[in-house]
T-cell receptor
Framework: QKEVEQNSGPLSVPEGAIASLNCTYS??????FFWYRQYSGKSPELIMF????GDKEDGRFTAQLNKASQYVSLLIRDSQPSDSATYLC???????????FGKGTLLTVNP | DAGITQSPRHKVTETGTPVTLRCHQT?????MYWYRQDPGHGLRLIHY???????DKGEVSDGYSVSRSKTEDFLLTLESATSSQTSVYFC????????????FGEGSRLTVL
């Protein structure tokens, strides 16, 4: 059974700091990796995806992938209170019909 | 925002009653999904559809059925609701399953007493 593990948190960081969110996965055949953000009481929204080993940057967000270690992370630079949300890691194998989601990490950015 | 509407948004029902949740999209996307989200379990796929009348099971499909007779509508039916099906249900759509980019509806909160 495919598993995606995330630290449930809460992860608390001060405003302006770097927030680091981590995710590990069990299926070595996993090929695509996604980070979704979910505000309390709202629906998830995609913020990053990464397919290849290394780093991918988009504004204040950087996704990092290490397939050998089966590890994917999301860094949020210059964290803002508006970044306070639950971050969901999702993993796909082959076709992404059946993404497997982690349970999410709750991030709180303190002003 | 992607044009996805879920109905009803909130429902309270009793054990043993049938329940149907509706997902309607205006994006003409081929792929549609039903997920449930529960504390301690995260998002879990119930069923998905890759075209009109083409559906398949997800990881937690027991007790649920789906139908898709039109591109824009994807129905989730609980034939006989149980308390374990109390959850928040999200519909999602995607244009291309290979991208993994899902657009989610606002969710339907179902309580089974």
């Amino acid at each position: 059974q495919k598993e995606v593990e995330q630290n449930s948190g809460p992860l608390s960081v001060p405003e302006g700091a770097i927030a680091s969110l981590n995710c590990t996965y069990s299926d070595r055949g996993s090929q695509s990796f996604f980070w979704y953000r979910q505000y309390s009481g709202k629906s998830p929204e995609l913020i990053m995806f990464i397919y290849s080993n290394g780093d991918k940057e988009d504004g204040r967000f950087t996704a990092q992938l290490n397939k050998a270690s089966q590890y994917v992370s999301l860094l949020i630079r210059d964290s803002q209170p508006s970044d306070s949300a639950t971050y969901l890691c999702a993993v796909g194998v082959g076709s992404n019909y059946k993404l497997t989601f982690g349970k999410g990490t709750l991030l709180t950015v303190n002003p | 925002d992607a044009g996805i509407t879920q109905s009803p948004r909130h429902k309270v029902t009793e054990t043993g009653t049938p329940v149907t949740l509706r997902c309607h999209q205006t994006e003409n996307h081929r792929y549609m999904y039903w997920y449930r989200q529960d504390p301690g379990h995260g998002l879990r796929l119930i069923h998905y559809s890759y075209g009109v009348k083409d559906t398949d099971k997800g990881e937690v499909s027991d007790g649920y059925s789906v139908s898709r007779s039109k591109t824009e509508d994807f129905l989730l039916t609980l034939e006989s609701a149980t308390s374990s099906q109390t959850s928040v249900y999200f519909c999602a759509i995607s244009e291309d399953a290979n991208t993994g980019e899902l657009f989610f509806g606002e969710g339907s909160r179902l309580t089974v007493l």
